[in-house]
């Protein structure tokens, strides 16, 4: 049937049928649980990561005490796109503002303070937007320029050995998404195109007024306007309050 999908909807594998919109909602959920692992496993320094194994606490289910619970990403899923707030910078924000030891929990995560926080954080990074891509590009020229003492790399090893540089201050995906597009370099480009799309698809307005027209590839713009309205966004990217 157009614009339906089917997913496994309980433990016996059983198939049913959700709408296009539910199916990006339920992607989304996914997303941000995966988004909120990577941040508590980095807070937590865990030998062990955790979110290998499902949560019934978050993921829904039964646990050990026989109490039922929902799946908080669901909801979660729902708020982000109710709220229209960016999820990458929303589990960050909570992380980077939760006191040591104590990290935010799913079901906090779009709690009045961390709404407020997260309020802030795009308020004060609004001005730092239009400034990012000369500053990222200083940066690459940068480490392109150190990366000469090794003269066994050509221009286009020096270029994709900084675009990979953990400690390079290239700090954004999307930014490194678009280089390595720009330098035809596809196999780079993916290694960052999940959270380069998901930065982009929730901060559409902002980059295009601030990025320089025609860096960021028209295939990702289309496809995060598209993803967008499968999710029944308004076109208008507001500051929550």
Known sequence: MKNQR????????????????????????????????????????????????????????????????????????????????????????????????????????????????????????????????????????????ELRVFPELDEKARLVTALYDPWNVLGSPLFRFCVATQAGLPAVAAEFVNEAFLDYLFSIEEYDAAWPAGVIPQGLRDFARGVRRNLGYVEENTCPT
Request: proline share 6%; no cysteine.
């Open 6 to 145: 089917w997913i496994v909807t309980d433990i016996d594998g059983q198939l049913q049928p959700v709408a296009e919109s539910e199916f990006r909602l339920l992607q989304l959920a996914e997303v941000i649980r995966t988004m909120y692992y990577i941040e508590y496993n980095r807070y937590m320094d865990l030998d062990e990561p955790a979110g290998v194994k499902p949560n019934p606490r978050w993921d829904g289910g039964t646990d050990e005490r026989g109490v039922n619970h929902k799946n908080a990403w669901d909801k979660l899923a729902r708020d982000v796109v109710a709220r229209r707030l960016n999820p990458v910078r929303l589990v960050r924000v909570a992380f980077r503002n939760s006191q040591p030891g104590k990290p935010p929990w799913p079901n906090t995560l779009t709690s009045a303070g961390t709404l407020k926080d997260y309020a802030t954080h795009v308020e004060n990074f609004k001005e730092e937007w239009a400034a990012d891509w000369r500053r990222f590009n200083q940066s690459l020229k940068m480490r392109m320029r």
